[in-house]
């Protein structure tokens, strides 16, 4: 076990949710904390920047796998993935519905 999760352990720390505001974490580790915490997400101050930068059309792909316990083909192991379908999302400009252009494998 890690150091520091032996030490969460014996202070009685059992979820995330009871690591105490005054336990040392890093910056990142306890944006992490809090956001879980207060079951919001965290945005950084330059996210808004690095949006405004994007240009219309935007292209979004989304694959979807499966990872079978059961090798299903040769050459497989266990829980190897094996995608199945395809998605790109297509946004024309700012607040317009995405299209969505898809592919199935077989």
């Not at 059961?70 to 299209?99: T, Y």
């Amino acid at each position: 076990m890690r150091p520091r999760l032996q030490k969460l352990v014996a202070l009685g720390v059992q979820s995330i949710h009871d690591i105490p505001e005054a336990y040392p974490l890093s910056t990142r580790l306890r944006r992490a904390c809090t956001a879980v915490q207060m079951g919001k997400p965290w945005f950084g101050p330059e996210l808004k920047i690095e949006l405004g930068k994007l240009k219309y059309p935007l292209y979004l792909a989304d694959f979807e796998i499966l990872n079978p316990a059961i090798p299903r083909f040769a050459g497989m192991r266990p829980s190897d993935l094996i995608p199945f379908q395809w998605i790109v999302h297509v946004q024309r400009q700012p607040g317009a519905m995405p299209e969505a252009f898809s592919r199935l494998s077989v």
